[in-house]
Nanobody, 114 residues
Framework: QVQLVESGGGLVQPGGSLGLSCVAS????????MGWYRQAPGKQRELVAS???????TYTYSVKGRFTISRDNAKKSVYLQMNNLKPEDTAVYYC????????WGQGTQVTVSS
């Protein structure tokens, strides 16, 4: 059973930065792609960024140039560095482990507000 634990959310002012972390257990982590999703109140969950097992990254258009996804296979961790945050980035952020069965973390709240 794969378990994912996110951390690093919080309250930040517009233009600020936050870094999210997600640690996996029970997985041969290096074999799988990982992703960060977010869900704002009243909206559907959306993909923010993903990273393949070989390190290829993808980003949703609204975060390109501001967010960076990375991974450390030795630590079984995936990260999301978020810079120049905007109020519309406010959401619960979820880590996703892809595979034959997908797994989700519990989510971490990111609030961008002055």
């Amino acid at each position: 059973q794969v378990q994912l634990v996110e951390s690093g959310g919080g309250l930040v002012q517009p233009g600020g930065s936050l870094g999210l972390s997600c640690v996996a257990s029970g997985s041969v982590f290096s074999l799988y792609s990982m992703g960060w999703y977010r869900q704002a109140p009243g909206k559907q969950r959306e993909l923010v960024a993903s990273i393949s097992n070989s390190g290829t990254t993808t980003y949703t258009y609204s975060v390109k140039g501001r967010f960076t996804i990375s991974r450390d296979n030795a630590k079984k961790s995936v990260y999301l560095q978020m810079n120049n945050l905007k109020p519309e980035d406010t959401a619960v952020y979820y880590c996703k482990h892809y595979g034959f069965q997908n797994y989700w973390g519990q989510g971490t709240q990111v609030t961008v507000s002055s």
